[in-house]
C-alpha cells in the first residue's frame, strides 16, 4: 500500500470510529431519557442527577434537559480531538493540539520564520508615529537624526554616493534633484567643496532644511544650493522638466502613505539620467517596522515604516518608461538591510522611451 493509500484510509477509519462514537453517545442518552421518565425513577433521578436548580426550572422535563446536555458534551469533546482544538473546563483542558504530542516540544521559530513574526511596538518610546505624520516626526528629531545613523544605513549612503560620484566623472555639472534630502550629512555633505555640481534640495520637513544649512554654509556647494520646503508629489509642478541629471529617492518611499508618481519623476530626467531608488528591504521591515528617534527635548519616539517591496519599484518604473540599468542587495547578514535600484531613461532618437527591463546585477 502506498503512503498516500495508507493515509486515506487512516482518515477514513478515524472519522468512521468518530461517527459510530457519536451515534452510540446518542443512543445512550435517548435509552437513558427513556428509562428516567418511568415512574418511580424521575424523583430520584431528578434529585441525584438533574439536581434541585433544573428541577424548580424545568420540573418533570429536567432529566429530559439533562440527556441533552450529556450528548452535547459527549459531541464537544469528540469534535475536539477530531479538530485538535482544545476545551477548557476551568483548570482541565480537553482535546490535543494538532500534529504534536506530549514528547514534542512547541517549535521554536529561527532564521526566516523569525523575520516574518509581528514585531511589537517598542516600549520604550513616549509615541508612534504614523507615516501620515512622518513630517511631524522627523521634524522632532531633526536635530538629533544624524546621531542614529547605523552601519548599514551609511552603507547605504555610500552605494548611493558612489553612483553620483561615477556620474559626475562624466558630467562634472550634473543637475541633482534631491527628494527628501533630509539633513543632508550623509550624502550631500560628501560633495560640499564641489563648486561645479548643481544640487536641487527638496523637504517637506523645516527642521531638516534647517540643519542642511547649517551643514553647508560656507562652502562651494551651498552656493549652488537650491531649496524646496515641499511635499515631493507636489514639486514638480516647480521644477524643470527633462533637467536631472540624477532624481535621488534615498530612503524615502518607506516613510511615505504612498509610492511617489513615477510617471512625473520621469518626467524631471534628462535624456540618459538616472533615477536612484534605495530603500529597506521589506522582510527586515517586517522585522524592525519602527524607525526610532530622539527629539530635542530627549523623549524617544519612533516612526512606523512602510515596507517598500522591490518589485513594485520595479513595476512602477518600468511603467513610467524607465530602464533597470542595476540593482542589489546592502549588507552581509542572512536578511539584508536594504537595496538600491538605478533606473535610466533611456531615449530612442526618436525622442521615445525605450521601455523595456535592462541588466539586473547579481545579489
Known amino acids: 500500500m502506498s503512503p498516500a493509500t495508507h493515509g486515506t484510509a487512516a482518515v477514513a477509519a478515524s472519522a468512521a470510529i468518530h461517527t459510530a462514537s457519536i451515534r452510540a453517545l446518542t443512543l445512550s442518552a435517548a435509552r437513558m431519557s427513556s428509562s428516567w421518565h418511568q415512574p418511580g425513577l424521575t424523583t430520584r433521578i431528578q434529585g441525584d442527577i438533574a439536581g434541585q436548580p433544573l428541577q424548580d426550572i424545568f420540573g418533570n422535563y429536567a432529566a429530559y434537559v439533562t440527556g441533552i446536555l450529556l450528548i452535547v458534551v459527549s459531541i464537544l469533546i469528540i469534535w475536539a480531538f477530531q479538530r485538535g482544538q482544545p476545551i477548557e473546563l476551568g483548570p482541565v483542558k480537553i482535546g490535543r493540539l ?23 511596538n517598542p516600549e520604550d518610546v513616549t509615541r508612534i508615529y504614523d507615516v501620515s505624520n512622518a513630517a511631524q516626526f522627523y521634524g522632532a528629531i531633526a536635530v538629533n537624526y544624524d546621531q542614529g545613523n547605523s552601519v548599514n544605513l551609511l552603507a547605504t549612503h555610500m552605494e548611493v554616493i558612489a553612483v553620483v560620484s561615477r556620474t559626475r566623472e562624466t558630467k562634472p555639472s550634473a543637475q541633482i534633484l534631491d527628494l527628501g534630502g533630509g539633513t543632508g550629512h550623509a550624502v550631500a555633505t560628501h560633495f560640499f567643496n564641489d563648486s561645479c555640481i548643481r544640487w536641487t534640495y527638496v523637504d517637506f520637513s523645516p527642521a531638516m532644511v534647517g540643519q542642511l544649512q547649517q551643514h553647508l554654509a560656507g562652502r562651494p556647494l551651498y552656493e549652488n544650493l537650491q531649496v524646496y520646503v515641499e511635499d515631493i508629489n507636489q514639486v514638480y509642478r516647480r521644477l524643470h522638466g527633462k533637467h ?12 511615505m502613505p504612498e509610492p511617489p508618481n513615477f510617471a512625473r519623476l520621469a518626467q524631471l530626467i534628462s535624456p540618459d539620467g538616472l533615477l536612484i531608488v534605495s530603500d529597506i528591504n521589506p522582510q527586515y521591515t ?6 526610532k528617534g530622539t527629539t530635542a527635548e530627549g523623549a524617544k519616539v519612533a516612526l512606523s515604516t512602510r515596507a517598500v517591496e522591490p518589485l513594485d519599484v520595479l513595476a512602477r518604473a518600468r511603467d513610467a518608461g524607465l530602464q533597470l540599468a542595476e540593482m542589489k542587495k546592502i549588507g552581509d547578514a542572512e536578511l539584508s538591510y536594504s537595496y538600491i535600484a538605478v533606473f535610466a531613461n533611456r531615449v530612442h532618437p526618436g525622442g521615445n522611451h525605450q521601455g523595456q527591463v535592462g541588466h539586473l546585477l547579481p545579489t
Open 244 to 255: 536631472y541629471d540624477i532624481v535621488l529617492l534615498n530612503l524615502v518611499c518607506s516613510s
Open 286 to 291: 517586517y522585522a524592525h517596522p519602527y524607525f
Open 98 to 120: 494538532r500534529g504534536r504530542t506530549s514528547r514534542q516540544p512547541p517549535r521554536k521559530e529561527t532564521g526566516a520564520d523569525q523575520h516574518m513574526l509581528p514585531a511589537a
